[in-house]
Nanobody
Framework: QVQLVESGGGLVQAGGSLRLSCAAS????????MGWFRQGPGKEREFVAA????????RYAESVKGRFTISRDNRKNTVYLDMNRLKPEDTAVYYC????????????WGQGTQVTVSS
């Protein structure tokens, strides 16, 4: 089991940027595909982005493609989500999780970090 702790959420105006971080425990972090997910008010949790353990393969949801960038630093056991040109509809609790490439179902989850985008 991997323990995950997200940070970096906050309040930002539309058009602004934020960087989320997710720190993982354990010495096998590089073996895991990692994903970011979000759950907006009154909505189901949805997939945002994923990156394989090596960082070679990346996938984004259509709604964030071109605005968000997922990356990882295996030396620091950390995965990042750089969010640019934020929109009010990006408002959500953002979670990182271990995930399976292809199905993008979450395994171990962090506690989430709130991102609020004001118009």
């Amino acid at each position: 089991q991997v323990q995950l702790v997200e940070s970096g959420g906050g309040l930002v105006q539309a058009g602004g940027s934020l960087r989320l971080s997710c720190a993982a425990s354990g010495r096998t972090f590089s073996r895991y595909t990692m994903g970011w997910f979000r759950q907006g008010p009154g909505k189901e949790r949805e997939f945002v982005a994923a990156i394989t353990g090596s960082g070679v393969s990346i996938r984004y949801a259509e709604s964030v493609k071109g605005r968000f960038t997922i990356s990882r630093d295996n030396r620091k056991n950390t995965v990042y989500l750089d969010m640019n040109r934020l929109k009010p509809e990006d408002t959500a609790v953002y979670y990182c999780a271990t995930t399976a490439w292809g199905t993008f179902e979450g395994g171990d989850w962090g506690q989430g970090t709130q991102v609020t985008v004001s118009s």
